[in-house]
């Protein structure tokens, strides 16, 4: 069955420090890639997406790209600040899959220290 | 645009009891999914509408069951409460059930067995 791998948290980081939070998958189909951000006591909020091999999402800084030869979708930011400080998930949706049930990792914490 | 929103915010239940959980998706999306969120298992899913259908079902008991009205907005019960059964409950919607369609979130509704 399909699975996401995330890097297991919490990531510590100083403001303007760079981020990588790493991301594998394991799909049966052709998967879409989405990451996800958690703010505490809220709900999901999609961060950026990519729908194909080698195409970048990227949204409020944030990056990752969709590499099929290495099953990855690693998020990057270049200088985080502690208003990013959340639980991050990277989840896919596979075209195998009847509808667009969300295979999700098990997050990723990230706290960003003044 | 309103976001997603999920009624009520909060519950708390004995084992035993039921629990109805209400979703109301984004103006025009017809897709509506219902995940569970627990600290011991992450995010599963658990199952998925689409015109009034259900397309998809995650591995849960049949104590967990869901409807989706005509308007798209989506109800789904737990019967038979077990202390197990404390979670956060997301809602997602999209526009169509395909894998490349964004699903966006609701706050979700925490829910307490005792």
């Known amino acids: 069955g399909d699975s996401v791998t995330q890097m297991e948290g919490p990531v510590t980081l100083s403001e303007e420090a760079f981020l990588t939070i790493n991301c594998t998958y394991t799909?049966?189909?052709?998967?879409?890639l989405f990451w996800y951000v958690q703010y505490p006591g809220e709900g999901l909020q999609l961060l950026l997406k990519a729908t194909k091999a080698d195409d970048k999402g990227s949204n409020k800084g944030f990056e990752a790209t969709y590499r099929k030869e290495t099953t990855s979708f690693h998020l990057e930011k270049g200088s985080v600040q502690v208003s990013d400080s959340a639980v991050y998930f990277c989840?896919?949706?596979?075209?195998?899959?009847?509808?667009?049930?969300?295979?999700f990792g098990g997050g990723t914490r990230l706290m960003v220290k003044p | 645009k309103a976001g997603v929103t999920q009624t009520p915010r909060y519950l708390i239940k004995t084992r035993g009891q039921q629990v109805t959980l209400s979703c109301s998706p984004i103006s025009g999306h017809r897709s509506v999914s219902w995940y569970q969120q627990t600290p011991g298992q992450g995010l599963q899913f658990l199952f998925e509408?689409?015109?009034?259908?259900?397309?998809n079902k995650g591995n849960f008991p049949g104590r967990f069951s869901g409807r989706q009205f005509s308007n798209s907005r989506s109800e789904m019960n737990v019967s038979t409460l077990e202390l197990g059964d404390s979670a956060l409950y997301l809602c997602?919607?999209?526009?169509?059930?395909?894998?490349?369609?964004?699903?966006?979130f609701g706050p979700g509704t925490r829910l307490t067995v005792l």
């Open positions: 989840a896919l949706s596979d075209l195998g899959n009847a509808g667009n049930m969300l295979t």
């Open positions: 997602a919607s999209s526009l169509l059930p395909g894998p490349t369609d964004t699903q966006y």
């Open positions: 799909a049966t189909g052709y998967p879409s």
């Open positions: 509408y689409f015109s009034e259908t259900q397309r």
